[in-house]
Nanobody, 119 residues
Framework: QVQLVESGGGLVQAGGSLRLSCAASGSIFNLNAMGWYRQAPGKQRELVAGITSGGSTNYAESVKGRFTISRDNAKITVYLQMNSLKPEDTAVYYC?????????????WGQGTQVTVSS
């Protein structure tokens, strides 16, 4: 069974920083992409940042230049460094991992961590 444990969320003032972590454990094989999504009240879940096993990254336009995603393959952990936070960054942030085995693709989600940015 695969488990994703997120940490690092909280309350911060606008302009501040937070670092999210997501550690995966369990039977994980052929892991490819790891990423962070967020969902604000009344809005759809959206991709914030993703990183492949090769280290290629992609970001939502709204966070480019402010957020940095990284991963530690040995620890099966993905990080999201968030700088210059804005009130519109307030949301529940979810970790996601994806890969494929001989039995087919897999896609796992964390439980979510709240990030609140006050103005």
């Amino acid at each position: 069974q695969v488990q994703l444990v997120e940490s690092g969320g909280g309350l911060v003032q606008a302009g501040g920083s937070l670092r999210l972590s997501c550690a995966a454990s369990g039977s994980i094989f052929n892991l490819n992409a790891m990423g962070w999504y967020r969902q604000a009240p009344g809005k759809q879940r959206e991709l914030v940042a993703g990183i492949t096993s090769g280290g290629s990254t992609n970001y939502a336009e709204s966070v480019k230049g402010r957020f940095t995603i990284s991963r530690d393959n040995a620890k099966i952990t993905v990080y999201l460094q968030m700088n210059s936070l804005k009130p519109e960054d307030t949301a529940v942030y979810y970790c996601n991992i994806r890969g494929a085995t001989m039995w087919g693709p897999y896609d796992y989600w964390g439980q979510g961590t709240q990030v609140t940015v006050s103005s």
